[in-house]
Protein backbone atom coordinates (compact mmCIF):
# COMPACT_ATOMS: atom_id res chain seq x y z
CA UNK A 1 0.00 0.00 0.00
CA UNK A 2 2.84 2.49 0.94
CA UNK A 3 4.84 1.68 -2.28
CA UNK A 4 1.18 2.50 -4.66
CA UNK A 5 1.11 5.79 -2.32
CA UNK A 6 4.93 6.92 -2.93
CA UNK A 7 4.15 5.89 -6.67
CA UNK A 8 1.26 8.12 -7.17
CA UNK A 9 2.77 10.86 -5.06
CA UNK A 10 6.18 10.68 -7.58
CA UNK A 11 3.66 10.36 -10.89
CA UNK A 12 1.29 13.56 -9.79
CA UNK A 13 4.86 15.57 -8.67
CA UNK A 14 5.97 14.76 -11.93
CA UNK A 15 3.23 15.37 -13.91
CA UNK A 16 3.10 18.92 -12.02
CA UNK A 17 6.85 19.44 -13.10
CA UNK A 18 6.14 19.15 -16.57
CA UNK A 19 3.54 21.16 -16.68
CA UNK A 20 5.00 23.70 -14.91
CA UNK A 21 8.22 23.85 -17.05
CA UNK A 22 5.94 23.67 -20.13
CA UNK A 23 4.36 26.46 -19.49
CA UNK A 24 6.86 28.81 -18.50
CA UNK A 25 8.93 27.84 -21.57
CA UNK A 26 6.19 27.92 -23.84
CA UNK A 27 7.29 30.18 -26.96
CA UNK A 28 5.25 32.70 -27.79
CA UNK A 29 3.52 33.52 -31.32
CA UNK A 30 6.65 34.92 -33.63
CA UNK A 31 5.85 37.67 -35.72
CA UNK A 32 7.89 38.06 -38.40
CA UNK A 33 9.61 42.02 -38.54
CA UNK A 34 12.98 43.05 -36.89
CA UNK A 35 13.24 44.21 -33.54
CA UNK A 36 14.25 47.53 -32.96
CA UNK A 37 13.35 48.57 -29.75
CA UNK A 38 13.86 46.64 -26.13
CA UNK A 39 11.99 47.85 -23.58
CA UNK A 40 12.00 48.30 -19.89
CA UNK A 41 9.87 45.34 -18.16
CA UNK A 42 8.75 49.00 -16.02
CA UNK A 43 7.19 51.37 -17.75
CA UNK A 44 7.44 55.01 -17.28
CA UNK A 45 4.38 57.28 -18.14
CA UNK A 46 4.96 59.69 -21.06
CA UNK A 47 3.91 63.00 -19.82
CA UNK A 48 2.56 64.74 -22.65
CA UNK A 49 0.67 63.77 -25.55
CA UNK A 50 2.46 66.10 -28.59
CA UNK A 51 4.85 64.35 -30.32
CA UNK A 52 7.28 66.46 -33.05
CA UNK A 53 9.02 64.92 -35.99
CA UNK A 54 11.65 66.31 -38.29
CA UNK A 55 12.11 65.25 -41.61
CA UNK A 56 15.25 64.65 -43.27
CA UNK A 57 14.10 67.55 -45.72
CA UNK A 58 13.98 69.43 -42.47
CA UNK A 59 9.81 69.75 -42.44
CA UNK A 60 8.51 69.82 -38.91
CA UNK A 61 5.13 66.92 -38.28
CA UNK A 62 3.37 67.29 -35.53
CA UNK A 63 0.88 64.87 -33.81
CA UNK A 64 -1.11 65.26 -31.14
CA UNK A 65 -2.34 61.77 -29.57
CA UNK A 66 -5.51 60.92 -27.47
CA UNK A 67 -7.57 58.16 -26.57
CA UNK A 68 -7.70 56.05 -30.19
CA UNK A 69 -6.74 59.24 -32.08
CA UNK A 70 -3.23 60.65 -33.71
CA UNK A 71 -4.14 63.91 -34.89
CA UNK A 72 -1.19 64.75 -37.45
CA UNK A 73 -1.03 69.01 -37.80
CA UNK A 74 -2.19 69.74 -41.83
CA UNK A 75 -3.38 66.14 -42.35
CA UNK A 76 -6.38 66.18 -40.38
CA UNK A 77 -8.62 65.50 -43.50
CA UNK A 78 -6.47 62.61 -45.19
CA UNK A 79 -5.93 59.01 -44.61
CA UNK A 80 -2.69 58.35 -42.91
CA UNK A 81 -0.59 55.75 -42.99
CA UNK A 82 1.47 56.22 -39.86
CA UNK A 83 4.53 53.99 -40.24
CA UNK A 84 7.54 52.78 -37.83
CA UNK A 85 10.22 51.16 -40.07
CA UNK A 86 14.19 51.42 -40.56
CA UNK A 87 15.92 50.85 -43.90
CA UNK A 88 17.91 47.61 -42.60
CA UNK A 89 14.48 45.62 -42.34
CA UNK A 90 13.71 43.53 -45.15
CA UNK A 91 10.24 43.23 -44.25
CA UNK A 92 10.39 47.16 -44.25
CA UNK A 93 11.79 47.63 -47.82
CA UNK A 94 9.77 44.81 -49.11
CA UNK A 95 6.86 47.35 -48.57
CA UNK A 96 8.58 50.69 -49.90
CA UNK A 97 7.37 50.03 -53.76
CA UNK A 98 3.46 49.45 -52.82
CA UNK A 99 3.84 52.60 -49.97
CA UNK A 100 5.34 54.67 -53.31
CA UNK A 101 2.38 53.18 -55.55
CA UNK A 102 -0.44 54.23 -53.01
CA UNK A 103 0.61 57.65 -52.62
CA UNK A 104 0.88 57.96 -56.28
CA UNK A 105 -2.74 56.61 -56.70
CA UNK A 106 -4.62 58.07 -53.88
CA UNK A 107 -2.51 61.69 -54.03
CA UNK A 108 -3.61 64.16 -52.04
CA UNK A 109 -6.52 62.12 -50.00
CA UNK A 110 -4.01 59.70 -48.79
CA UNK A 111 -0.42 60.48 -46.69
CA UNK A 112 2.07 58.46 -45.65
CA UNK A 113 4.77 59.73 -42.45
CA UNK A 114 6.95 56.98 -42.15
CA UNK A 115 9.63 56.95 -38.90
CA UNK A 116 13.00 55.97 -39.38
CA UNK A 117 13.56 53.68 -36.46
CA UNK A 118 17.20 52.08 -37.15
CA UNK A 119 19.79 55.04 -36.37
CA UNK A 120 20.50 56.21 -40.01
CA UNK A 121 21.91 59.71 -40.73
CA UNK A 122 19.85 62.64 -42.68
CA UNK A 123 22.19 62.03 -45.50
CA UNK A 124 21.83 57.86 -45.44
CA UNK A 125 18.16 58.65 -45.42
CA UNK A 126 17.52 60.78 -48.41
CA UNK A 127 20.34 58.33 -50.60
CA UNK A 128 17.96 55.44 -49.78
CA UNK A 129 14.43 57.52 -50.42
CA UNK A 130 16.42 58.57 -53.77
CA UNK A 131 17.10 55.44 -54.45
CA UNK A 132 13.77 53.52 -53.47
CA UNK A 133 11.96 56.64 -55.04
CA UNK A 134 10.48 57.36 -51.88
CA UNK A 135 7.90 60.05 -52.39
CA UNK A 136 6.27 60.74 -48.44
CA UNK A 137 8.13 61.90 -45.52
CA UNK A 138 10.47 60.45 -43.31
CA UNK A 139 11.60 61.31 -40.38
CA UNK A 140 14.73 60.30 -37.97
CA UNK A 141 13.07 58.79 -34.63
CA UNK A 142 16.65 59.02 -32.85
CA UNK A 143 14.58 60.84 -30.21
CA UNK A 144 11.54 59.47 -30.08
CA UNK A 145 11.51 57.27 -27.01
CA UNK A 146 8.74 58.83 -25.43
CA UNK A 147 6.76 58.28 -28.59
CA UNK A 148 7.47 54.79 -28.77
CA UNK A 149 7.04 54.29 -24.79
CA UNK A 150 3.78 55.35 -26.08
CA UNK A 151 2.98 53.08 -28.37
CA UNK A 152 4.46 50.44 -26.16
CA UNK A 153 1.79 51.94 -23.35
CA UNK A 154 -1.37 52.27 -25.15
CA UNK A 155 -1.17 49.62 -27.65
CA UNK A 156 1.22 47.46 -26.38
CA UNK A 157 3.79 47.74 -29.32
CA UNK A 158 7.10 45.70 -28.56
CA UNK A 159 9.26 47.27 -30.68
CA UNK A 160 9.04 45.20 -33.91
CA UNK A 161 9.13 46.59 -36.99
CA UNK A 162 7.61 47.02 -39.89
CA UNK A 163 4.37 48.98 -37.75
CA UNK A 164 1.65 50.25 -39.64
CA UNK A 165 -0.44 52.40 -37.67
CA UNK A 166 -3.86 53.47 -39.91
CA UNK A 167 -5.70 56.77 -39.62
CA UNK A 168 -9.01 57.78 -40.69
CA UNK A 169 -9.39 61.26 -41.80
CA UNK A 170 -9.91 63.03 -38.41
CA UNK A 171 -6.90 61.18 -36.90
CA UNK A 172 -9.03 57.98 -35.65
CA UNK A 173 -6.93 54.58 -35.05
CA UNK A 174 -8.09 52.02 -37.79
CA UNK A 175 -5.55 50.15 -37.50
CA UNK A 176 -2.74 48.90 -35.48
CA UNK A 177 -0.51 46.55 -37.67
CA UNK A 178 2.86 44.89 -35.95
CA UNK A 179 5.07 42.86 -38.52
CA UNK A 180 5.08 41.50 -42.15
CA UNK A 181 1.54 40.71 -43.49
CA UNK A 182 0.38 37.96 -46.47
CA UNK A 183 -2.27 41.01 -47.39
CA UNK A 184 -1.04 44.03 -49.03
CA UNK A 185 -1.34 47.47 -47.72
CA UNK A 186 -4.30 48.40 -50.11
CA UNK A 187 -6.15 45.39 -48.67
CA UNK A 188 -5.50 46.67 -45.25
CA UNK A 189 -6.41 50.24 -45.54
CA UNK A 190 -9.42 48.69 -47.47
CA UNK A 191 -10.57 46.88 -44.41
CA UNK A 192 -9.57 49.70 -41.99
CA UNK A 193 -11.50 52.07 -43.93
CA UNK A 194 -14.72 49.38 -44.15
CA UNK A 195 -14.46 49.65 -39.95
CA UNK A 196 -14.77 53.60 -40.20
Known amino acids: ?21 WTQNKEKPSIDGTQVMNFVDEVRGVSHSDFRFQTVKNETIEIDVEDNFFKIKGMEEKTVFLKVFGWDCKFCKKE ?31 EFMKQYGV ?53 LMKASLARE
Open 96 to 126: IPELVTLKNELGDSFEIVAIEAQHFSTEESL
Open 1 to 21: MNKKIGFIILAISFVITVGVF
Open 135 to 187: NYPVTSGDSQTDFYTYLQEKYGWSGVIPLTIVLAKGGKVLAFEVGDKSYSLAE
